[in-house]
């Protein structure tokens, strides 16, 4: 069987809303062994979490410089400069990623980047805005997520935006897919008093519910298409094996994330690395595979 490399292209640091600096996370991959990393931080400035940090146009120069001194301190990993988007996908069904509008593919690896991956955050969607207030509290009070984020229209947002991003030529990889759903404004609800293991049920009943197999199918045959990666997204162990073997059967590559926020998550891909091997996948699978040594 072939050796899959350990790699982890979703890693935070401090300079989004990570707890570590890029050297320690550097030398964090070092010790875990992996062949290559991507430090990949938050690039949002309309983020509705304002207590989030992120990066700007201003923080990124200083950024890319911290990595590529990094990059120059070690030999064993390979490192590569990334930030995490968001995709948007607004009230008219118009979908756009959160950089500025100026900015492009070559502006952006003039900078320093070698690569943009993206994930939905958040929606701008009428449903959020139209819950009340008493929806809220009586949700609160019966400890249950409110209906409304089991709306048909809302998740037919999400797919199409995520169908609209393959197409962007400024992306390579789509993240967490399927987990880390967007359903403000009940994420720290949800998170706090559910709890993240009951949140992780009702990610799966509404992939189950709203995710039909021709829309897998279409946008894996898509990404194929257009050389774009899916993520292996470690927290939440997700996709699921059906749509990784759809991917390998069509050619869509793909990527492994911790998505870690400390040091101690960073290249901990044992799950994505074991289950990649299970399911038959090769080297030529993994993107970016032609620069691991």
């Excluded at 991507?38 to 200083?62: E, Q, Y």
């Excluded at 162990?237 to 994330?257: H, M, N, W, Y």
């Amino acid at each position: 069987m072939e050796c899959l490399p350990r790699i982890d292209l979703h890693t935070h640091s401090d300079y989004s809303d990570g707890r570590a600096t890029i050297f320690d996370i550097v030398r964090e991959a070092e010790k875990k062994k992996l062949r290559l990393l991507a430090i990949s931080d938050h690039f949002d400035p309309n983020d509705p979490k304002v207590t989030r940090r992120g990066l700007t146009m201003v923080s990124l120069s200083p950024y890319v410089d911290d990595i590529n001194q990094a990059r120059d301190n070690t030999k064993n990993v390979k490192i590569l400069a990334s930030i995490e988007a968001n995709i948007i996908a607004s009230r008219d069904n118009t979908t756009y990623l959160s950089l500025p509008i100026d900015v492009d593919w070559k502006s952006l690896k003039e900078r320093g980047l070698d690569f943009v991956q993206a994930g939905v955050h958040y929606i701008k969607h009428p449903i959020v805005e139209q819950i009340s207030e008493e929806t809220w509290k009586t949700s609160k009070v019966r400890k249950r997520v409110p209906s409304e984020i089991l709306n048909v229209e809302y998740w037919e947002s999400y797919k199409l935006a995520l169908l609209k991003t393959i197409e962007n030529p400024m992306v390579s990889i789509i993240t967490h897919v399927e987990g880390y759903l967007p359903m403000p404004p009940f994420e720290i609800y949800i998170s706090n008093i559910i709890g993240l293991n009951r949140k992780r049920e009702i990610e799966k009943s509404i992939v189950t519910k709203f995710f039909d197999e021709e829309w897998k199918r279409t946008i894996i045959e898509k990404a194929s298409a257009c050389g774009k990666a899916f993520e292996l997204h470690v927290p939440t162990r997700t996709p699921t094996q059906d749509f990784i073997r759809l991917c390998l059967k069509e050619g869509a590559k793909l990527s492994v994330g911790t998505d870690a926020h400390s040091l101690g998550q960073v290249g901990d891909v044992a799950w994505a690395i074991r289950l990649l091997n299970r399911l038959g996948a090769k080297r030529k699978d993994i993107i970016f595979n032609e620069l691991i040594d």
